[in-house]
Nanobody, 117 residues
Framework: QVQLVESGGGLVQAGGSLSLSCTVS???????MGWYRQAPGKQRELVAT???????DYADSVKGRFTISRDNAKNTMYLQMNSLKPEDTAVYYC????????????WGQGTQVTVSS
């Protein structure tokens, strides 16, 4: 089975920093990966994506503040979040396109990020 596990969420003051990680297990090759977030009462939105060769795309709301990266040898993706704002508060989800008897998209369980003013 393919499994994605996020970690690193927590409570931080506005202007602070937080690092998230997502580790994939049970998979062969991993293609496109991304971070998404969902605030209460709102739709899930894209934060950033990164391909297997590290082509990156960011949402406008996080450009210049967040950095996405991946370590293919460790099957792990990261999100470094700096200059955090209260509006960044959300559950952050990891998504990965992985091969296990074929290609499919998989989601992690989510990790809560709360930014206080």
């Amino acid at each position: 089975q393919v499994q994605l596990v996020e970690s690193g969420g927590g409570l931080v003051q506005a202007g602070g920093s937080l690092s998230l990680s997502c580790t994939v297990s049970g998979s062969g090759s991993i293609g496109l990966m991304g971070w998404y977030r969902q605030a209460p009462g709102k739709q899930r939105e894209l934060v950033a994506t990164i391909t297997s060769v590290e082509s990156i795309d960011y949402a406008d709301s996080v450009k210049g503040r967040f950095t996405i990266s991946r370590d293919n040898a460790k099957n792990t993706m990261y999100l470094q979040m700096n200059s955090l704002k209260p509006e960044d508060t959300a559950v952050y989800y990891c998504k990965a396109r992985a091969r296990r008897f074929g290609w499919s998209d998989y989601w992690g369980q989510g990790t809560q990020v709360t930014v206080s003013s």
